[in-house]
């Protein structure tokens, strides 16, 4: 999908290939290679630095070619209830253009929407760039706490629960902590050169930061950085509880295996003193009108002597 806007004041302007002008955002989302070849010829950027965000491996890392900036930073997405991944997004800076190249549709670029026009502006590329690089950084923060609170939510089924769904459900958010560690880590590299790069002359037409966008730019690191920390802390939280509630999941199972075998010991008493008197042999209270009824009292009495003797063992 091939999407070209420029900003207008207070407004986003749609346009077309036939319609772009200098100062346009272009917008690809899993692109074609007849878009990628028609973005190539509207802004002359090489077709390998537009391709080069398409593979979901791709690290974060700064790349400067031919007048180009590339800049690829690994941005969260949300795949199922309790699914967490990163995705390479490519941005690339011209003198003229600004470009975003991306798998998928995500939650990071939907914010720079036309109801949010007010916010940012597609030809101060700079501060754009920062802007979402910013927004990266605090859906991560959004997602962490999201993974923070269904962490609580398993907690309180788990203390109960005999299955491992639950501990399947941590698996996955832990795996989803993995992805994120990783890739802040880079981002953190990358927002590093990013800050250096204010001081290379050559990059002077391509990357202009004014005082607004250093400031925007460090507090991006900060927000990574508490990101990072925030992490590190959840995935201590979850490998703890991966590891007790596997131990008590185990601990609950033997409770109800040692009650279950305490019931079949209580049911086998009757049943022996059952199978005594039902031999065809001469027993005893055989002659006696009320037999029936003593041999249930004796087998009632004798279960009732073996509860209370596993109570007092604390096997019941």
Not at 120 to 143: D, E, G, H, P, V
Request: glycine letters at 4%; one cysteine or more.
């Amino acid at each position: 999908m091939l999407q070209i806007y420029k900003s207008n004041c207070n407004t986003l302007n749609v346009l077309t290939a036939a319609t772009t002008e200098k100062g346009a955002w272009v917008n690809l989302i899993n692109p074609t290679v007849e878009e990628l070849a028609i973005t190539a010829e509207i802004t002359g950027v090489n077709s390998d630095m537009l391709k080069a965000a398409l593979d979901e491996e791709e690290r974060s890392r700064t790349e400067t070619d031919d007048g180009c900036l590339l800049v690829i930073t690994n941005i969260p997405v949300v795949r199922g209830k309790d699914g967490y991944d990163t995705l390479p997004l490519g941005i690339i800076v011209t003198a003229d253009y600004f470009i975003t190249v991306c798998l998928e549709a995500n939650d990071v670029l939907a914010e720079f929407c036309p109801a949010n026009a007010r916010l940012f502006s597609t030809f101060k590329k700079t501060r754009f760039l920062f802007q979402i690089l910013y927004k990266s950084a605090a859906y991560y923060l959004r997602y962490l706490k999201q993974i923070n609170r269904r962490t609580d939510e398993i907690e309180t089924h788990l203390r109960k629960s005999m299955k491992n769904q639950e501990l399947f459900d941590l698996l996955d958010l832990q795996k989803g902590l993995t992805y994120f560690s990783v890739s802040l880590r880079s981002n953190g590299i990358v927002l590093e050169r990013l800050l250096r790069m204010r001081t290379n002359s050559q990059l002077q037409n391509l990357i202009k930061m004014y005082e607004e966008d250093e400031d925007l730019l460090e507090d991006v690191i900060i927000e990574n950085k508490q990101a990072i920390e925030m992490v590190e802390m959840y995935t201590h939280i979850l490998n703890g509880m991966m590891d007790t509630f596997a131990s008590i999941i185990s601990n609950n199972l033997n409770i109800v295996m040692k009650f279950l075998a305490s019931m079949t010991i209580i049911l086998a008493i009757p049943t022996m003193i059952a199978s005594f008197f039902g031999m065809n042999v001469p027993i005893p209270f055989a002659e006696y009108p009320s037999g029936f009824l003593y041999i249930v009292i004796i087998a009632f009495l004798l279960a009732v002597i073996t509860v209370v003797g596993l109570w007092k063992k604390k096997m019941l």
